[in-house]
């Protein structure tokens, strides 16, 4: 509803993407959307793990099952893409030293493309681009589609655990 109301305010053309699949609310109560902000929703010191939409709440799961391995991730809920917030992904990689990012999108021009256009110049740093990866993608029912792309919080959890593996080799 923030991100409709907040669409109105902008001038020009605006691409909102609305899942019709249920999704938990991860803010608080008192939340207010900014385009171009990313909300920081869990703090972490060995790796980010930046989503948008429905993978928002996913990722905290994932970020959940990694705590129990030991693993602190940061998760970042970019629900703005264009803008990107920029200072936010730099902060990441500057701090925690790699990045994954999660999306039920293409790998190709959606937040894993943005965040890595951002890395490239700002702050080289190791990631991972999770989402449908450059195909067509199956018809079928939402949960088995995202099980089949591994956008589950243990197919994040292991995206993150192999990224921290093959930055420390």
Known sequence: AQAIRAA???EGPVFLRISR?????VHPADYRLQIGVAARL????DI???????????ALDAATLLAAGGIEARV???SSIAPLD?????????ETGGIVTVEEHSTRGGLGGAVAEVL???HPAPMRILGVPGVFCPSGPTEWILEHFGLTPQGIRDAAVDLLARRSV
């Open 48 to 58: 980010t793990l930046v989503a948008c939409g429905t993978m928002v709440s996913r």
């Open 42 to 45: 869990r703090e972490g010191r």
């Open 86 to 94: 920029c200072e936010a992904v730099v902060a990441a990689a500057q």
């Open 21 to 25: 699949m249920k999704v938990p609310a």
């Open 76 to 78: 970042l809920n970019m």
């Open 120 to 122: 490239a110049q700002e």
């Open 8 to 10: 109105l305010e902008i």
